[in-house]
């Protein structure tokens, strides 16, 4: 198996839960899929919060 280690940075949500910014510091994968994972991170949907709070999440990928 391989494993794919892409980080995000600076993911910014806004108080509704919605991803307002993201960037990728470091991956182990070509720019190209890099940039897809980045895209989706916007479609990502968290609980509200009231207010705009600054992440950083780091996602793993693994094949078997």
Do not use: W
Not at 21 to 44: D, H, M, N, P
Request: charged content about 10%; glycine content about 10%; overall charge positive.
């Amino acid at each position: 198996g391989f494993l794919i280690m892409v980080q995000a940075s600076n993911l910014v949500i806004d108080g509704n839960g919605k991803v307002t910014a993201a960037s990728t510091v470091r991956a182990s994968i070509e720019a190209g899929v890099a940039s897809c994972v980045k895209q989706k991170l916007y479609l990502l949907k968290f609980p509200p919060k009231g207010g705009a709070i600054v992440n950083h999440f780091p996602f793993v990928f693994t094949s078997n």
